[in-house]
């Protein structure tokens, strides 16, 4: 049905007209008890897929990847969706626009996307406000949220450490746990601080400011966790699993969007990412060892897929593309499948 209203309707419409008109459809039904609560009935995940983590439930492995909501509007909408987590963001330092449209494509071919959105977001000052308003209520503490942190476009590289700082300062206290992000293709310059002379002082200035103001709100220390590119050479990527272990971070949110395409401008998202995220998370495990997390994020659209992830490592998945082109019962099917294998490791015990 879903594949029906989407060759008919919305691959008729532009790709960011759309996911706007869908989100807020999501955010309405959210806001609506009874229609709420048959959502999630239908939609939510199986008890038996829950894991523990950082001291929080999580319904499930399978969260929401950052650029879905960007600013944090729509957490409670996708909740109810089925997802275990929500990663906001990209969040940034200053309010920006973002690039000139149109700067979002489908590639139907490769059930994929192409963006160039470029960090369109208003800003860590009112995205902060504003999951402080969601942390108030019931539902809100109840979500785990994770928030993404970039660079404002207009800093200078060289005081991206400062940039990153200020948004974690700022919403740290509203988050269950921190992403610093240095893998978008979008913002010129970024994926140049995934260097490891360069990412240090990005990581090192980002935990202080994050651990000044949590101990500040009265909280435990957010775990903090860096997103890195597919494109990194596999020696690169040692480089940046062994400067975690060394800055003792939380973990790896792998992967972002590749660049790794002739199709124009932007990141690829979807199934052509699936092979090299697998391969990425695969070894981080092998270089980190069990502890950190690793959060497996690319080309996820089956169960299977998200198998894969947790087989080689990932402790939990995350997934954007495959809800675009898979529907409303997308988190459904695969929360189901993994909850699946729980409980046949749990009979096998």
Not at 173 to 180: E, F, G, I, K
Not at 183 to 198: E, I, K
Not at 313 to 341: H, K, M, N, P, S
């Amino acid at each position: 049905m879903y594949r029906l209203l989407f060759n008919l309707v919305f691959r008729r419409i532009d790709p960011e007209r759309a996911h706007t008109l869908v989100f807020v459809a999501i955010r309405l039904a959210a806001d609506v008890p009874g229609l709420r609560w048959l959502v999630a009935r239908v939609l939510g995940a199986p008890p038996a897929g829950a894991v523990q983590l950082w001291g929080r439930r999580l319904p499930s492995r399978l969260g929401l990847a950052a650029g879905f909501d960007k600013e944090g509007v729509g957490v409670l909408g996708m909740t109810m969706m089925g997802f275990g987590h929500v990663e906001v963001g990209t969040v940034t330092a200053l309010a920006q626009p973002g690039n000139d449209k149109p700067r979002l494509w489908r590639v139907l071919d490769q059930h994929a996307l192409r963006n160039r959105m470029g960090f369109n977001n208003a800003g860590s000052q009112e995205v902060a406000h504003r999951l402080r308003r969601l942390r108030a209520t019931r539902r809100g503490r109840a979500a785990v949220i994770g928030v993404n942190i970039g660079k404002s476009r207009v800093t200078p590289v060289e005081q991206a450490a400062d940039d990153y700082a200020t948004s974690a300062g700022r919403l740290a206290p509203y988050a269950d746990y921190l992403v610093v992000n240095v893998s978008s293709p979008n913002t010129p310059g970024l994926r140049d601080l995934q260097a490891v002379a360069a990412l240090r002082p990005v990581l090192e200035a980002t935990r202080v400011a994050a651990d000044r103001a949590t101990t500040a709100a009265g909280r435990a220390p957010v775990p903090l966790l860096v997103k890195i590119a597919p494109d990194l050479s596999d020696a690169d990527v040692d480089a940046v699993a062994d400067l975690v272990a060394e800055l003792a971070l939380d973990g790896v949110v792998a992967v972002n969007t590749t660049i790794a395409h002739d199709l124009g401008p932007g990141g690829l998202s979807g199934p052509p990412l699936l092979q090299r995220g697998l391969d990425v998370v695969a070894r981080l495990r092998r270089r980190l060892g069990p502890e950190p997390v690793i959060i497996g994020c690319g080309g996820i659209t089956t169960a299977a897929d998200a198998r894969e992830y947790v087989a080689v490592g990932a402790t939990l998945v995350q997934a954007y593309t495959g809800l675009i082109y898979e529907g409303l019962f997308f988190a459904r099917r695969i929360t189901r499948g993994l909850a699946d294998d729980a409980a046949a490791a749990d009979g096998r015990t």
